[in-house]
């Protein structure tokens, strides 16, 4: 398949999905077409993480390129990625809808511009007020001079990276809209690949070896940013921008910008104030708790945040049509969906942490103290991973009813409980009590979205009850599985022990037979599913060979 190229189900002139598959066939397709390059990504950001683990360790330098590049990533998340992505697409689609598609490509054109000139003006900012960002974000590291140091540089070394991502979250906007999704679900590859080649070619070239990491992020932002250009031109999108400040679509865009910033900002000032507190612990917890992050994310990663993808231009599709069944029968599909890959993935984590965080990073400078601490932070984390699907999948449904203040209100009472909960158990346990923090704080956020979000009288019968306690059954006979099987393995020596990978892969086959088995036999429609898309990848692979 290539970068441009749309699932056959989601293609002009395909023939149409059978009644029952109207909904489905095309999200999965779409989300198919994510996950596989998503899948990619995330191996491949393991592969970095793991590198950078292998030869620095958890230590000053990996917590200094941890904090430094918490900062850009997060204001990308907030300028870009977030709020400017998920607002785009409804008016995006809206304006295609009523006006025709060259009316769309001059808006988006336009809201490059305003990109563009918005995450400039933050990057220089952010390089000249290098020291002071740090002193705020990592208060804790002034007691260590070397090491706040060392993050202000790699703080400056990061921030262009600013443009270059934000670049790409715009090309996602109009890419989605257009029902393609390779591009930009493929861009973190070449982000990972310029990290991985810079840490393992370039630690020499530097007084500091770690400045690598920085020198890769900058060379794999690049990358991302070209890969987007053929998929751009293929759909006739845009590739300068225009200017256009009082175009009526974009005066929408930024009247919707500013509580929904807002609403992401939420979500990304929690990240920096756990950040903050993480600053004052031992050294080497803020790289445990960044590798957890990374699993949770995996997984998540894979499922969770492709069907989000995948349905975000279907719900508005059917918003800018006025056809609200369509929209609960969109909402409850996408949350089935995400459910039946994230129930069993949290449970998995929180079973079997002690067997994935060994073989994984039980190697190098890595030591067994790390991977104990690594994995008991990885249970408390996987605890909100459903929490964090759920608003995961919730923001993108108020964003295409048009609907942020709501949002943005109920961040607010996530971010206090995230914050304070963070504070109180990291007191009393560190960097595991931070994971639980965040849990507990992601879990109250998502159940006030939900609240709010059930009170809409436009949506009936959204979320997938029957299948929630389906997949909940199932998730618990698939634990009851991986509990009986861990004590097989010596986990103690981690990678090294070819009996070891026996048992794991056996694990991870039996986990996955025994919940695709009792799905089957409580008759969720999931299963379904996911053979259908299995059997299309497979003739698509089979017609390529």
Known sequence: MTLHELPPESAPGAPPPREGESLSAPIYGRAGVVT???????????????????????GAASDAWVQAFRI?????????????????IPLYVELREREGPEA?????????????LSTGLL????????????????????ADPEKYALTVELTRWCFPYLVMVSLVAWAMG??????????????????????????????????????????????????????????????????????????????????????????????????????????????????????ATRLTELAMGLFTFAFATAGLPSLSEH???????????????????????????MAGLIVASPAIVSMLYLHGAYSPGDVEATARTLGWMALGMPAVAAVRLMVPIYYALQDTRSPAALSLFGLAATAGLGWAF?????????????????????????WRLRMRSRLHG???????????????????????????????????????????????????????????????????HWLRLLRRAGRRLGGRA
């Open 462 to 528: 959204w979320f997938p009850w029957s299948s929630l306690a389906r997949q909940g059954l199932a998730t618990l006979a698939m634990a009851a599985f991986a509990w009986a099987a861990l004590p097989w393995g010596d986990w103690r020596l981690g990678p090294s022990d070819a009996f070891n990978w026996i048992v794991f892969v056996g694990l991870l086959a039996g986990a996955i037979a025994v919940y695709m088995g009792a799905n089957a036999a409580l008759g969720e429609p999931e299963v379904g």
């Open 104 to 116: 769309a490509r001059r808006f988006a054109a336009r809201v490059m511009g305003i990109v563009l």
């Open 174 to 291: 109009v890419l989605n809209s257009e029902h393609r999704y390779a591009a930009p679900a493929a861009a973190p590859i070449f982000l990972n690949v310029g990290i991985v080649i810079a840490v393992v070619a370039g630690t020499g070239w530097f007084e500091r070896p770690i400045l690598a990491v920085a020198l890769g992020v900058l060379a794999g932002g690049a990358a991302q940013v070209l890969l987007q250009a053929p998929s751009l031109r293929a759909v006739g999108a845009p590739l300068l921008p225009r200017a256009g400040w009082r175009d009526p679509y974009v005066l929408r865009l930024l009247a919707l910008l500013a509580p929904s910033l807002l609403t992401v900002a939420v979500y990304q000032i929690s990240i920096v104030v756990l950040g903050i507190i993480a600053s004052y612990l031992p050294s080497g917890q803020i790289f445990y708790y960044n590798n």
């Open 123 to 142: 990057t220089v900012l952010g390089m000249l007020f290098a020291d002071p960002l740090t002193w705020l974000s990592s208060p804790g590291f002034v």
């Open 426 to 450: 990291s007191e009393r346990w560190e960097v595991q009590g931070l994971a639980a923090g965040l849990s507990a704080g992601t879990w109250a956020h998502a159940l006030a979205m939900a």
């Open 319 to 345: 918003i800018a049509r006025q056809e609200w069944d369509a929209v609960s029968a969109t909402a409850r599909l996408t949350f089935s969906a995400v459910l039946f890959t994230t129930l069993p993935a």
């Open 72 to 88: 850009p990533n997060a204001l990308r998340r907030l300028t870009a990625e977030g709020a400017m992505t998920i607002a785009f």
């Open 36 to 58: 596989f390059f998503t899948a990619l990504s995330r191996a491949m950001g393991m592969v970095r993480d793991l590198a950078i683990a292998h030869i620095f360790g958890a």
